[in-house]
């Protein structure tokens, strides 16, 4: 076992012990393990919606992109940026809502704000469908991670099943108050490992910065433009649907980190800095543009980064870098995960008493994990188009969610419902059926028909309320005309 392979192994577990403790004494609730009471400090909360928004997307994704597409990968600064302006005035109402009215999922709130149970448990259930894919990817990412780091394939397997284990355990023993720990350690962590690549990659580059990006403009300026794979409607609609999900808080996942904050003035200074700290982005970007420099045209989008680490770093130093890419699977896996068991075992599953409900929760924490695990073993890419639903699919929430965070909501379940069944049911056609709809986002066109069928049944069902109205007003006067007493004139 190299050393690469000991300092990512010790890493991995060195995290999940910082997760499990200095627990508080559990208190056998539910609202405890899910969103500590509500009393998380603007500094928690920060390092807590920070730990959850960097996933291995972040390394991998990002670099590999900017290889393969260039300036395209930009695309992620600018969702996040735009969905933290809009979570600034979303997040302290919703913290407002789930403190007043005792919400601890999503599900919750869609069942509070239209008035409907039923409409909860079909969003409990499109969640936790939804979220699975997202947790598998998140456990893939972590293997190819190690893998790449080490050179070791059984390596990468086992460090899977190692961190799917420990980041269960921590979450079992601690919940949304391991998660925030672990936030802690893995963003320092990759902040660490971003500027040591920062330094590295441009160094390892004769004439650094200047000679990386004046190579890509002289042989492959197409890379510095938006076009080919990624044009500008990839570019477009990739954009705004990201930024959709993400700034209207479609996510189930994300929600008890907003649920959590000790008050709404927390949260909105944290959306004000936190802009600030996804500029970090930029590096794996920078990266991707110096292994235009370095690596094969036929490289792996997503080994880009690590191959570039081990061109670049001693054995020592890939191992920080692997432990910091492994904790940014292991905090999005434990938030995931935690989101999947309290929606079903909240929304879906209500036990009689809060012990119970506690222990469903715990047992749909393995369940989940040990599914998400097998699949990543097994059939890593049986999930493949599932997991391009995910963002997608969630967005169908969107325009509930906006008519819902109003002081009075104006919508109703039933087109609220049919709305979302319907942008669904769009979007698994394109996707399955593989509808060619060119370079744009399945997604954002499956959100035409859901509006348009929320606001048909919204306006159909007004119609006839208006209808019964006039005909029930037609009715009064007819009765008092002929001096027939009716319950308002009688007093009832």
């Known amino acids: 076992m190299n050393s690469t392979m000991v300092i990512t192994v010790f890493g991995i577990v060195a995290l999940a012990a910082i997760g499990v403790g200095g627990r508080r004494p559990a208190k056998g609730k539910l609202g405890e393990w899910t969103v500590g009471d509500r009393r998380f400090s603007p500094m928690t909360s920060w390092f807590l919606q920070a730990g959850e928004s960097f996933t291995t997307f972040s390394f991998l994704g990002l670099a590999g992109l900017a290889f393969g597409g260039g300036v395209a990968a930009t695309y992620a600064l600018g969702y996040l940026a735009i969905s933290l302006v809009t979570m600034y005035f979303i997040g302290p109402r919703t913290w407002r809502l789930g403190r007043d009215r005792g919400y601890l ?22 969640g936790a469908v939804f979220l699975l894919p997202y947790l ?48 802690y350690a893995k963003d320092v962590l990759m902040v660490l490992a971003l ?45 705004l649907i990201s930024a959709i999900g993400a700034g209207l808080n479609t996510m189930p996942h994300l929600w008890p980190p907003v649920l959590s904050a000790r008050s709404a003035r927390a949260l909105r200074q944290n959306y004000i800095w936190l802009p600030l700290y996804q500029v970090a982005l930029a590096i794996p970007v920078i990266v991707g543009f110096a292994a235009v420099l370095e690596l094969a045209p036929n490289t792996t989008s997503n080994s880009v980064l690590l191959t570039m680490a081990g061109h ?32 079903v075992s909240h929304n879906l599953l209500p036990a009689r008493t809060e012990r119970n409900r506690l222990r469903v929760n715990h047992a749909c924490v393995v369940i989940a994990s040990g599914l998400a695990l097998i699949l ?99 009715a009064s006067a007819r009765d008092g005309a002929t001096g027939v007493a009716t319950p308002a004139s009688a007093g009832v």
């Open 195 to 239: 500027v040591a690549l920062l330094i590295a990659v441009p160094m390892s580059v004769t004439g650094g910065f200047d000679h990386i990006f004046d190579t890509v403009r002289d042989h492959n300026a197409s890379l510095l433009t938006i076009g080919g794979g990624y044009d500008k409607t990839w570019y477009t609609t990739a954009l």
């Open 312 to 343: 670049t770093m001693p054995a020592w130093l890939v191992g920080v870098v692997a432990v910091a890419a492994a904790g940014a699977a292991m905090v999005p896996s434990a938030a995931i995960v935690m989101g999947i068991s309290t929606l």
């Open 136 to 183: 598998q990817l998140q456990i893939t990412g972590l293997g190819l991670i190690v893998q790449l780091a080490t050179g070791s394939k059984a390596g990468g397997h086992l460090s899977m099943v190692l961190a799917t284990v420990l980041t269960a355990g921590f979450v079992l023993w601690s919940g949304i108050r391991g998660i925030a720990r672990v936030a």
């Open 376 to 474: 990543a073993l097994g059939r890593p890419g049986l999930l493949a188009n599932l997991l391009l639903l995910t963002y997608g699919g969630l967005s169908q929430l969107a325009p509930a969610t906006v008519m819902a965070l109003r002081r009075r909501n104006p919508l109703g379940a039933t087109p609220a419902l049919l709305g979302i069944v319907t942008g669904i049911g769009v979007l698994t056609w394109l996707t399955f059926a593989h509808v060619d709809v060119g370079s744009w986002d399945a997604g954002l066109i499956a959100l035409g028909p859901n509006l348009a069928v929320t606001l048909g049944a919204h306006l159909v069902l007004r119609g006839r309320a208006g209808a019964r109205g006039s005909t029930a007003s037609a």
């Open 105 to 126: 999922t999503q599900a919750d709130f869609f069942a509070d704000r239209f008035g409907s149970p039923l409409l909860g448990k079909v969003v409990a259930v499109v």
